[in-house]
């Protein structure tokens, strides 16, 4: 597929869409022009860019939690629950794994087994098995926004009937939502899948409704360098600007060193804005969320809290519009109602308590802003040249030839040849660089600051330092470290 960062036309969209709307039963209800209208009937309170924009005037951090149960009732119960108890500022539908493989047969079984049962058999929410009068009996129940989380490669009809349904937010990318999640699904054909959801979020906004759109940040959430999630958020950002979007929050995962993350968030802002301007999207509205830890929890509920505690307080720091929030549940698998309200309650106490501090310009941290401003530019820079300015093209010959390689992710298309390892202070580093475009001086800094901390430690510059920093949280240990390396640990 020759894809191009180039807005659909209408009849193609319309063409695409009459398939589109065929895939589930649930197609056939989904009437544009009446859900234009239906947002319309929204108070301003529901509408999640409304509710970014009103939080950034106010020096106000949003906090959101993750949710998604089968059976509709029960996940209606459950976002009012974290609303009125765990003052969640914005709700989340996180849907379930057979609808972010467009297996809507098997999530039909999966339903009725959850109903039957009384309790759910599903990871998530079905949304297109809910259907759009199902979507907005949901939305409608709560005073404020709510926002499509999943994780699907083909994410069109899951977008027409959520947003249909009164969704003002809808997560991921053809990008996002693909490397890190999938084994062997073509990158031009997600790109392309997600060119529909952006011009359909396009096509809301021209009809006067703003719908939200975040590319998913943290990426496999397990030591991604800033400059390799803001650089596939940037990405993410370019092709939803192409379409038509014009209120975009992008997202990174917290590395667990302080400054490194501050500096993220700050220059995600910045540099997500060059690249728009740059090819002429002056109108979009940037803002930024911040995910808390999204590697491995410790399982005991203490340290968990501290681990929450910290990513709220790093939040409130950088200057974050928005928080989501983890649960002291984490370890354990998929967290009950009571443990979600606790990880929102935990992180709104913090935030408010740090609502009028941020962090004050320094060395270290003006230092760490300026590797990953270079890092994340060598890095575009570069897609750009290889796409000849078109990021689309980019994008995908980027992956094939390593430029942009995401570390851990499983797919095919990935190279998987970045190792990532902490340095002494605990902020992510670079230990085998692939082929991303760095000069001779971004990798000679690299390499220093993991030969100070092999000294420090009394050990070798190798592969066991990403599998110690990989566990190190999970088991309740440093992410920066001072002295011998302990080898029983």
């Given at each position: 597929?020759?894809?191009?960062?180039?807005?659909?036309?209408?009849?193609?969209?319309?063409?695409?869409?009459?398939?589109?709307?065929?895939?589930?039963?649930?197609?056939?209800?989904?009437?544009?022009?009446?859900?234009?209208?239906?947002?319309?009937?929204?108070?301003?309170?529901?509408?999640?860019?409304?509710?970014?924009?009103?939080?950034?005037?106010?020096?106000?951090?949003?906090?959101?939690?993750?949710?998604?149960?089968?059976d509709l009732d029960k996940q209606i119960e459950l976002v009012n629950y974290l609303?009125?108890?765990?003052?969640?500022?914005?709700?989340?539908?996180?849907?379930?794994?057979?609808?972010?493989?467009?297996?809507?047969?098997?999530?039909?079984?999966?339903?009725?087994?959850?109903?039957?049962?009384?309790?759910?058999?599903?990871?998530?929410?079905?949304?297109?098995?809910?259907?759009?009068?199902?979507?907005?009996?949901?939305?409608?129940?709560?005073?404020?926004?709510?926002?499509?989380?999943?994780?699907?490669?083909?994410?069109?009809?899951?977008?027409?009937?959520?947003?249909?349904?009164?969704?003002?937010?809808?997560?991921?990318?053809?990008?996002?939502?693909?490397?890190?999640?999938?084994?062997?699904?073509?990158?031009?054909?997600?790109?392309?899948?997600?060119?529909?959801?952006?011009?359909?979020i396009g096509k809301y906004e021209e009809a006067g409704i703003t719908i939200n759109?975040?590319?998913?940040?943290?990426?496999?959430?397990?030591?991604?360098?800033?400059?390799?999630?803001?650089?596939?958020?940037?990405?993410?950002?370019?092709?939803?600007?192409?379409?038509?979007?014009?209120?975009?929050?992008?997202?990174?995962?917290?590395?667990?060193?302080?400054?490194?993350?501050?500096?993220?968030?700050?220059?995600?802002?910045?540099?997500?804005?060059?690249?728009?301007?740059?090819?002429?999207?002056?109108?979009?509205?940037?803002?930024?969320?911040?995910?808390?830890?999204?590697?491995?929890?410790?399982?005991?509920?203490?340290?968990?809290?501290?681990?929450?505690?910290?990513?709220?307080?790093?939040?409130?720091l950088a200057g974050a519009s928005k928080v989501i929030v983890k649960t002291p549940?984490?370890?354990?698998?998929?967290?009950?109602?009571?443990?979600?309200?606790?990880?929102?309650?935990?992180?709104?106490?913090?935030?408010?308590?740090?609502?009028?501090?941020?962090?004050?310009?320094?060395?270290?941290?003006?230092?760490?802003?300026?590797?990953?401003?270079?890092?994340?530019?060598?890095?575009?820079?570069?897609?750009?040249?290889?796409?000849?300015?078109?990021?689309?093209?980019?994008?995908?010959?980027?992956?094939?030839?390593?430029?942009?390689?995401?570390?851990?992710?499983?797919?095919?298309?990935?190279?998987?040849?970045?190792?990532?390892?902490?340095?002494?202070?605990?902020?992510?580093?670079?230990?085998?660089?692939?082929?991303?475009?760095?000069?001779?001086?971004?990798?000679?800094?690299?390499?220093?600051?993991?030969?100070?901390?092999?000294?420090?430690?009394?050990?070798?510059?190798?592969?066991?330092?990403?599998?110690?920093?990989?566990?190190?949280?999970?088991?309740?240990?440093?992410?920066?470290?001072?002295?011998?390396?302990?080898?029983?640990?």
């Open positions: 597929m020759n894809i191009k960062n180039k807005r659909l036309d209408d009849q193609l969209f319309e063409n695409i869409q009459k398939d589109v709307l065929t895939h589930y039963q649930t197609g056939k209800d989904v009437d544009f022009e009446n859900a234009v209208q239906n947002f319309k009937n929204q108070s301003k309170a529901q509408n999640f860019a409304h509710v970014i924009a009103q939080a950034q005037k106010d020096n106000r951090i949003l906090i959101q939690p993750r949710s998604g149960v089968a609303q009125k108890h765990g003052q969640a500022d914005c709700l989340s539908a996180t849907i379930d794994s057979y609808t972010r493989h467009n297996r809507y047969d098997e999530v039909e079984k999966g339903l009725a087994q959850s109903i039957k049962e009384g309790r759910s058999l599903l990871n998530g929410f079905p949304a297109v098995n809910h259907g759009v009068a199902g979507n907005r009996k949901l939305t409608s129940s709560v005073e404020g926004p709510m926002q499509v989380r999943h994780g699907t490669p083909d994410a069109r009809l899951l977008a027409e009937i959520t947003l249909a349904g009164g969704f003002t937010s809808f997560e991921g990318g053809g990008i996002s939502y693909n490397i890190p999640y999938s084994k062997n699904i073509s990158l031009a054909k997600t790109i392309y899948d997600w060119q529909y959801v952006d011009r359909l759109r975040e590319p998913f940040g943290p990426l496999t959430g397990t030591l991604v360098p800033p400059c390799i999630s803001h650089s596939v958020a940037i990405m993410e950002a370019l092709l939803a600007a192409e379409q038509g979007v014009k209120d975009i929050t992008v997202g990174y995962g917290q590395s667990g060193h302080l400054i490194q993350d501050v500096a993220a968030i700050r220059t995600l802002v910045s540099l997500t804005r060059y690249y728009l301007e740059k090819f002429n999207y002056k109108d979009v509205t940037l803002s930024t969320v911040f995910h808390q830890w999204m590697g491995g929890f410790p399982a005991h509920y203490a340290q968990a809290y501290g681990v929450i505690a910290y990513g709220s307080a790093t939040a409130a549940h984490e370890a354990l698998g998929i967290p009950t109602a009571e443990a979600n309200v606790e990880g929102l309650l935990t992180t709104r106490q913090v935030v408010d308590m740090l609502v009028d501090q941020k962090m004050k310009d320094n060395k270290i941290l003006a230092l760490e802003m300026d590797i990953i401003t270079r890092e994340t530019q060598a890095i575009v820079n570069k897609l750009l040249e290889l796409g000849n300015q078109d990021i689309a093209q980019g994008a995908i010959i980027g992956f094939k030839s390593g430029v942009i390689d995401i570390p851990f992710a499983p797919s095919q298309l990935n190279h998987g040849l970045v190792l990532p390892a902490r340095d002494n202070d605990g902020a992510i580093r670079i230990l085998e660089m692939g082929h991303l475009p760095f000069d001779d001086d971004i990798k000679a800094f690299h390499e220093k600051q993991l030969k100070e901390r092999a000294h420090a430690e009394g050990r070798p510059v190798d592969f066991q330092m990403v599998v110690d920093d990989i566990n190190a949280i999970a088991d309740g240990k440093l992410i920066g470290r001072k002295g011998k390396h302990n080898d029983e640990n």
